[in-house]
């Protein structure tokens, strides 16, 4: 690994779940990182210096040697080659180190209804209390039978160790679990069990403002 120090850049409001899914990244590597805020309230991250940057806009953004690379799942591959001596962030089995990443994709691109009607926001700040529509009840019977079947009774995780689409499951989860919506029982512990790790309380510490009430 090159001297340079990586940098994460995210919102400053440090609400989002996919730059929260880098940071636990960087943090389980056990890398040391500085992170770079921007104000996505103000479009910050449309300005011609982040467009650039980021070539999507979009944050987190990891920078390596002047190398920037935006998607959440695609920075946690990327650390996984840039230290592979450091703590594993994905199964050692190929053919599980496969399904955590069909897991990570399926995640960010299914269950949009679930995001929209359960923000990630509601984990720092609190409840929403409109209850679920159905087609987000449907998705959410989606989530509980994927994670169901992917994690086997009695298991701390979903794939022997540790990996990264244990937090990114387990973030999709606690839109539900900290509104206190219905979880099945074994779900909601096994989110807890994430929320229990360095990495997440590290994460769940970043001094963060409640967004002010219009
Ligand atoms: N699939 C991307 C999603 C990134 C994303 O949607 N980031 C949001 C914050 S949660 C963002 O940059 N929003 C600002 C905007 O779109 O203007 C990832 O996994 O990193």
Redesign the pocket.
Same mark, same amino acid.
């Given at each position: 690994m090159g001297s340079t120090k990586l940098k994460l850049y995210l919102?400053a409001d440090y609400v $989002?779940?996919?730059?929260m $899914?880098a940071f636990v990244a960087l943090k389980e590597k056990q890398l040391s990182f500085d992170l770079v805020t921007l104000d996505?309230k103000s =479009?910050e991250?449309?300005l011609d210096s982040y467009r650039d940057l980021s070539l999507t806009?979009?944050?987190?953004v990891l920078v390596h040697e002047g190398f920037a690379l935006?998607? $959440? $799942?695609a920075i946690a591959e990327y650390l996984e080659e840039l230290a592979p001596a450091s703590k594993r962030i994905y199964p050692q089995d190929i053919k599980q180190r496969a399904r955590a990443r069909q897991l990570q994709a399926w995640l =960010?691109s299914d269950l949009l209804v679930v995001r929209k009607e359960r923000p990630f926001d509601l984990v720092y700040f609190g409840k929403k209390d409109t209850p679920l529509s159905d087609e987000a009840r449907a998705a959410t019977d989606r989530l509980f039978h994927v994670a169901d079947r992917l994690l086997e009774e009695g298991a701390e995780h979903l794939f022997g160790d540790w990996s990264i689409a244990d937090t990114d499951l387990a973030i999709m989860l606690n839109r539900l679990v900290a509104n206190g919506d219905p979880v099945p029982t074994r779900l909601a512990a096994y989110v807890r069990r994430q929320w229990d790790r360095d990495s997440v309380r590290a994460w769940m510490d970043i001094e963060r403002k409640a967004p002010a009430i219009a």
């Open positions: 919102g $989002s779940a996919f730059a $899914s996505l =479009r991250n449309y806009c979009k944050i987190p935006s998607e $959440s $799942s =960010r």
